[in-house]
């Protein structure tokens, strides 16, 4: 029998909203060679769908649990979750809200119960979910209220040669901009960086972290001149987190945070808002970029882009961003289980 450290990390994988990409590019991810086991969690028959919209053969089976040694390129397994309704692609229809909701909470709590190993999610589609009845915000608050834990966005890219890696967290996630102000407290800034600080420990592999923390104002408030926030908020934030011996840099102005030699000072970057931030990142690595939830007692990732349900149905969505989220799933596995040994 093969050794448990032998056998592949299992990866729940979200196929998303059932009109847009998601289905095809899970079929297009598991033509991949990587060491995992995929586990689809969605509609068996909607897979094989999206496997012939993408003109690939998978060997699709049902999960039974197991765990395996090894998997072949186009081998796949799927926890069986119905639509309500066949799908029609780039058409959204409410009736599958709620089997959209039932697959992410299975991967959640398939983590959770040592199920699975993490869960990659592909493109949901926020407002067919409120249309259809369910209060639904994005994927980072659905699990952070299933695992009943405080969490942090953030968007990340491993760089490239002539790059350093780029790892930007979120202080507050999808707030409209008017309400960004109210919501960033001191004790909310501290809870924040103590969970980045300790997933760039612990899923990362860096032993002493250096984050840069941006000013919520242009140029970082200009000592008081162009809004307070900064002396009032952010820097009562930092000090103590200083004494108790993290590394922390700034408040920073958002406009020269990212500039090659300030990115080399720093292993993340914790923003204050959605797009203050974000724009940077994707301008640079659209398709390399990963989108984490930091804090979770589980490992996941995801895409950093859209359903595209101009593109649905036609075979030709670039599956890069997922491959890249479950590439870094088993990285951040392997970075965890080295830490707790």
Do not use: W
Not at 222 to 237: F, L, T
Not at 260 to 268: K, L
Not at 284 to 293: G, I, K, M, P, W
Not at 307 to 315: C, I, K, P, R, V
């Amino acid at each position: 029998m093969s050794s448990a450290a032998a056998l592949l990390p299992r990866l729940a994988v979200t196929a998303g909203e059932p009109a847009g990409i998601g289905p095809e590019l899970v079929a297009r991810l598991a033509m991949q060679p990587l060491l995992a086991d995929l586990i689809a969690i969605g509609d068996v028959d909607q897979l094989r769908r999206a496997a012939a919209r993408c003109d690939v053969t998978l060997d699709i089976r049902e999960d039974d649990g197991t765990r395996i040694a090894t998997r072949a390129p186009g081998q796949i397994r799927v926890a069986h979750h119905p639509l309500r309704a066949q799908e029609r692609p780039g058409i959204l229809d409410p009736r599958n809200a709620f089997q959209v909701l039932n697959t992410l909470a299975d991967a959640a709590d398939g983590c959770l119960d040592g199920r699975f190993d993490a869960v990659v999610t592909a493109p949901v589609q926020k407002s067919v979910i409120n249309e259809a009845g369910e209060p639904f915000s994005g994927h980072t608050e659905f699990f952070a209220q299933r695992a009943q834990a405080s969490v942090v966005m953030m968007l990340a890219s491993e760089g490239d040669a002539t790059r350093p890696p780029l790892r930007v967290a979120l202080a507050t996630t999808h707030l409209p901009l008017r309400a960004v102000p109210d919501a960033i407290g001191i004790d909310m800034l501290c809870a924040k960086l103590r969970i980045v600080h300790t997933a760039l420990q612990r899923q990362f592999g860096i032993d002493a972290p250096r984050i840069g923390v941006l000013g919520l104002n242009p140029h970082a408030g200009e000592s008081g001149h162009m809004g307070r926030e900064e002396i009032e908020v952010i820097e009562p934030a930092l000090q103590p987190l200083r004494a108790e011996g993290m590394q922390l840099i700034g408040p920073l102005p958002a406009d020269t945070a990212f500039i090659p030699a300030m990115r080399t000072r720093m292993d993340a970057v914790l923003a204050m808002y959605h797009d203050q931030a974000l724009p940077v990142l994707k301008s640079e690595a659209f398709d390399r970029t990963v989108n984490l939830t930091l804090g979770l007692p589980f490992v996941r990732t995801s895409v950093d882009h859209g359903t595209a349900l101009e593109l649905a149905g036609s075979g030709r969505a670039d599956p890069s961003s997922l491959i890249a989220a479950a590439r870094m799933a088993l990285r951040l596995i392997a970075h965890e289980r080295t830490s707790k040994a």
